[in-house]
């Protein structure tokens, strides 16, 4: 097989530009959202802790006006005395408990909004990324999306565990190449003799036109799946932004 070093090389062009794009439009948004919500965050943390000092506040008066009454009571009233403390404790407790469940609420409230945002935040990433890939791919010769992807496909395949590249080619089973288009029949037999030659015997698939790949292919069988493929890029791109954002939480 010849490769055609031009449209390889104009293929590196691109992803170097569709890496640039990413890296000026895409994680600086990103980064000012997180900033964003961060502030919104020690926004909620502040209105919880004015409750606190309010609950605090409030403590400090129920003990005062319980020592007063106490110290009033102490001599003629000592039943009165021991009530007067023991309606201060549960004042006391009350007051704790309806400080801590402002807190925990707060906290609540933080997280989820925290946990919303970076998902909506990974969606917006996920669909730009894609719609930026497609208009880049959109200037390159439909045999961009498939031709230089075939050697890296059969790589993969020539590196899959000796079992199960015998049971690809022993099993019988029709294999399915995932394709962004319709191929030609000199890319179905660039495709056949590629990965042949990775297996090491023959292998038989039938092409499925997805054009979600939006370039690349994906080949699946009952026993394995290699995936070769700007929407696989993609999707791991996503999840390591989402990853990174719940680390950082």
Known sequence: MKIDWWT?????????????????????????????RQAS?????????????A??????????????????????LTSAA???ATEKTALLAAARIEAEQKRVAAETEFFLARQSETAA?????????VDIASKLLDRLPPEARVVGFIEGMASQLGALPPSTRHDL????????????????????????????RAIGRPVIFAVEIDPGLIAGLEFETR??????????DLDRIATELTRHDHARQ
């Open 223 to 232: 026993h394995a799946l290699v995936r070769n493929s700007f929407r696989f």
């Open 55 to 76: 609950a605090l506040v409030e403590k400090a008066k129920i003990d005062e006006e319980a020592a007063r009454q106490a110290a009033a009571r102490t001599v003629a």
């Open 82 to 84: 021991a009530e007067a």
């Open 8 to 36: 390889l090389g104009l293929q590196t062009v691109n992803v170097l530009v569709l890496v640039w794009i990413l890296s000026r439009f895409l994680f600086r948004p990103v980064t000012a959202i997180i900033a964003e």
């Open 169 to 196: 080619a022993t099993s019988g089973e029709e294999a399915r190449l995932k394709a962004p288009r319709a191929l030609t029949d000199e890319e179905l037999k660039a495709c056949g003799a590629a990965f042949s």
């Open 41 to 53: 965050a020690a926004r909620l943390l502040d209105d919880a802790r004015a409750a606190r000092d």
């Open 121 to 129: 935040t990974a969606d917006r990433a996920s669909l730009l990324a």
